[in-house]
């Protein structure tokens, strides 16, 4: 048994399992945020078993599957990219939900492994090239950037309730001279 998945992936599949596997992938692809392929390649089932386990915690998942079944799947789901027309054994990751921290995750694992390639991906409905996924890694997360939009939206809201603060103590000073003044009887 040999210790690259593309050894596994030589293995004779029935039909039925064909047809299941592209439901599935289909079923990844409608769901997904953002699909990344990648060439694994040259890449131990070990090391794909860490990226699988990274992957999940940002609620990602990477599927492996013949191309001719990807393009199956990618079809039926209105995918815009054929993954016949890349090079390698293709590899999708399925992100559900932060986009940037997921290319980040794919780009750490690129630079630690040689012959991981990062291929493409879909994102919207739009193709992304290799360069577009580098890009995208470098956006903060959705959990920064969700901090960054509170913390802009509480500026203003802070100095409103600042000057609304101040005039009503403002306010109080002025109806204490008064009472003051009623008192002394000016």
């Known amino acids: 048994m040999g210790d690259t998945v593309s050894d596994f992936l030589i293995d004779m599949i029935t039909k ?3 047809i299941e596997i592209v439901k599935d992938i289909a079923n990844k692809f409608k769901r997904q945020n953002i699909a990344i392929f ?3 390649q040259g890449v131990s089932v070990a090391k794909l078993h860490q990226l ?11 599927k492996v ?4 079944l990807i393009d199956r799947a990618a079809e039926e789901s209105g995918v815009p990219i054929k993954s016949k ?5 293709i590899g999708i990751t399925f992100g559900y939900n932060d986009e940037a921290g997921i290319t980040k995750v794919l780009i750490k694992f690129r630079k630690e492994n040689d012959t991981f390639k990062i291929l493409g991906g879909v994102l919207g409905g739009n193709v992304l090239t290799e360069k ?10 959705r959990e ?3 901090t960054h939009v509170l913390r802009a939206l509480q500026g203003p809201l802070r100095g409103l309730a600042m000057a609304l603060g101040g005039n009503l103590r403002n306010f109080v000073v002025v109806l204490n001279k008064i009472k003051d003044n009623k008192k002394s009887g000016v």
């Open 85 to 89: 027309e890349l090079k390698g054994e």
């Open 132 to 141: 577009d996924i580098v890009a995208f890694s470098s956006l903060p997360s």
């Open 52 to 62: 699988r386990r990274q992957l999940k915690k940002g609620d990602a998942e990477y």
């Open 144 to 146: 920064v950037l969700y």
């Open 65 to 68: 599957a013949r191309k001719t």
């Open 16 to 18: 039925q399992q064909k």
């Open 38 to 40: 990648t060439d694994f």
